[in-house]
């Protein structure tokens, strides 16, 4: 950053220059599609607002969006901590700004002696994680902490309090932190130390002196996007190198599947009745306990995801559960992260979520029809672990489905359902084209279940050579999961 | 309705029939564009939910969504009470079920005495107008209302009660209702009687019989289904006859805006200032007090508009606003009710929303470009009233303003930033093109404030050849607004 002019008036001039060079920026970054998010965090009274304010003034209205945290709002405690970031990460080329953020959340559950130190430590770690995926999708991100001295803390509460109309601003809880002003710094560097990383960057900025404050943020929002449209011209002028497709030779979980013993209607229909009334009353107390629950069907085309999504659904309320079906993705997702669309489909505490295919697709349609690259995919592997991990630590149960048929088999179905006009629909020239590439799939697949099969999102291959068996033994392990967890269940705070 | 079989056997058979025809309806449905909504509503332990759950059963899940209402949900009611059935219409050729609705929140609140007789009417008459527009959009409205006795609703409650996992279903205010079952039994049917319409009439289902109620349920709404189909054939086999324009010549209100006098940068410096003062303390009144504010922004290209949203905030706590910049519908949008987009953006209580251009979009260039037919504008206008008062009558306060220039004017100011290269972005060819149209427009703005200048809802004409005064002049006008407001603030219910 260079010199800050000495005299009022040049640094009034130079503010106009770095709010129209701004306003030039985004809209560069807006041309080149380069989405970025910033995260405007800070201590009670370093005038947060009237510093963002003076940002977005210069910024065309039609290219950002503001997100303002509120600790007090009780919706998004439902979810995860980061649901409501999630939901609110910026599309391709726009701006998204977030007036306090996940920290401020964290750290106020902190001071509130809502969250103790341990896990303090694994929501920074989250944050991190999120962060880290967004920066690798090509998102901007910069971080400024607003400080102010105890001092001008003091004179900023006085200053409200004595106008009648903006007393109610100053809470005894703010006097509460300001007294608590050191403890409560020292928690907010160790939190800096944790969570800076070097794709995102935290500034800290002393607002006792607001104009000069106001040109650091400037400078370094304005730094940060021509750094990331720089990154992006130099991307577009080196073509990639056409990807080649990277084998999978390790273990085969696919081979080691069991047909299982096939069903007779009569036993099926008797089996079914009783684990439709189990789940009935295991959803209830789910319900009542609050615990959110993630279901991924994956599998072979006509393997039957369907047909179990159905049986499971039949005996629950409604009010309970709710069905994504996963198809490719729209114009809109597309411009978004490509977790965004699942993360706005995350049930509520006490809600059954029910996946029909999943954000798995990045590691299997996306893998072998080159729809994201090899490094995307690649990544994919984490970022998916972390997010589950994220769901998992807030007390969701996630179980994740493979239905297995054998190639033989799905050509059989293939053919009945195209036989059939009340089914016939339901395939299409996808279906086939995904079939020659079977051999692709299954390395995906095992791939897939290999790095990500963890204790607590389990992957479970089903043999759905037998559909009815399959049904029965999908529920069957959903019981087993539920009354786990309904046995284990502590609640978590944020 | 055919007679319905009497051996259990054949109804068996009658309803796998009808399972398989809906599906076989709404994937038709579907190819058609044609959509559908579902409300199911009901007696406390009329088997609401299980007859849902069958009647998904045999429907592709990735063409239909469920909304659940729950009278419990906290979010919701910090809006008016359409407002999250708005959010939850259907998308053109997509189911929507409401599993319970609004029906239900309103006699909810009802029993429990938290509304009286003469606000349940005004609740009546919004729902009302709420299915006419949704009709009128070309949506298949289906209204089921499901009975039980008194005896079997006992009976259910008690079998429920008998089972220790699903005792808490039961709650004392079930009893409660139990034991009123016959005036409130008058009250729906109160309801009933004013809220039958010909375009969505209600289905009574008694569901003492679950087989009987469940062919009922299939019946009405394939029959709906199918209605709403060859309609839709036959509208498109008519070719519609092409559209002229249709003059206005009433009352002209721009020819009655006088130029206010030009005002002096340093008079405007001290004028604004004391503005945003004071606008900035009134935020807070209007923050604490939890008065939604709804601010519509429209007027002639380059006539200023942006310029004055921008002076208005800038005093203003960026947690307590939001702008919206309205432009052409994204094909998602497009595939909703044209009012959709807007019902998601309107604010919760205590903040303030700001469209920069808006819903009236409808009656402005979709009526001048004919992106929609004279049929569907000249509707637009009660279609408009009737969701401002929707929205005022929760308590909103809404202020719209018209920012008017001369033509000479305009011309200058697109010369002026074509010159200027920090602002040639902000003009395009379609501002040039909608200029060639003044003349059309001007009709149109007149009509339109003819037909939307309500007591509740005004309309500001505010001449903006001097862009400072306008800017004052928006403010001072939303000072009188909100002042008003607050000496009148009373909170709705739901």
């Known amino acids: 950053m260079s010199e800050l002019p000495e005299s009022e008036s040049s640094q009034k001039n130079l503010l106009k220059e770095l709010a129209t060079q701004l306003g030039v920026t985004q809209r560069k970054a807006k041309d080149y599609g380069v989405p970025s998010l910033i995260i405007i965090e800070g201590l009670d009274a370093s005038a947060k607002g009237s510093l963002l304010n003076q940002v977005l003034l210069e910024i065309d209205s039609r290219s950002y969006d503001v997100y303002s945290t509120h600790a007090s709002h009780q919706e998004p405690r439902n979810f995860p901590l980061l649901w409501r970031f999630w939901n609110h990460t910026p599309a391709k080329g726009r701006m998204q700004f977030y007036d306090r953020g996940p920290y401020y959340l964290v750290l106020d559950g902190w001071a509130e002696g809502e969250i103790d130190n341990d896990e303090i430590e694994s929501y920074w770690e989250h944050i991190r994680n999120f962060e880290r995926q967004l920066e690798d999708s090509g998102i901007a991100i910069v971080k400024i902490f607003l400080t102010v001295s105890k001092k001008t803390q003091a004179k900023r509460f006085e200053k409200l309090e004595s106008n009648p109309k903006t007393a109610w601003r100053v809470r005894p809880k703010d006097w509460k932190r300001h007294r608590q002003y050191k403890p409560y710094l020292q928690k907010i560097n160790q939190m800096i130390g944790k969570t800076d990383a070097p794709y995102a960057r935290w500034e800290i900025v002393d607002t006792d002196n607001i104009r000069r404050a106001a040109i650091k943020v400037y400078h370094t929002i304005i730094e940060k996007l021509e750094a990331a449209i720089l990154e992006k011209e130099r991307s577009k002028a080196s073509e990639p190198p056409k990807e080649e497709w990277i084998p999978y030779r390790e273990k085969n979980f696919l081979a080691k599947v069991k047909a299982s013993t096939p069903l007779d209607r009569v036993e099926y229909k008797t089996k079914l009745r009783k684990r439709q009334k189990a789940i009935q009353e295991i959803v209830h107390e789910i319900y009542t306990a609050k615990i959110p629950v993630i279901l991924v069907y994956c599998g072979w085309d006509a393997a039957g995801k369907g047909g179990c999504i159905k049986r499971l659904v039949q005996g629950i309320d409604p009010r309970s559960y709710h069905v994504t079906p996963v198809g490719a993705p729209t114009k809109d997702e597309l411009r978004h992260h490509y977790l965004w669309r699942f993360w706005k489909r995350m049930p509520r505490r006490g809600s059954i979520e029910i ?68 089914k016939e629909w339901k395939i299409t020239d996808d279906d086939w084209r995904n079939r020659e590439k079977w051999d692709l799939y299954e390395e995906a697949v095992n791939e897939m279940v290999k790095e990500t099969d963890r204790p607590h999102a389990p992957w479970k291959i089903v043999s759905s050579v037998c559909k009815m068996s399959a049904r029965i033994e999908t529920i069957d392990l959903l019981i087993e999961q539920l009354s786990r967890a309904l046995k284990n269940n502590a609640k978590p705070v944020l």
């Open 355 to 422: 996946f029909d295919r999943s954000w798995y697709g990045r590691v299997l349609v996306e893998r072998v029809e080159h729809l994201c690259t090899n490094r995307e995919w690649r990544r994919a592997y984490q970022e998916i672990n972390e997010m589950e991990a994220h769901l998992t630590d807030f007390g969701a149960v996630i179980l994740k489905y493979w239905l297995h048929i054998d190639k033989e088999t799905q050509f059989e179905r293939f053919q009945a359902r195209q036989a059939n006009p009340l």
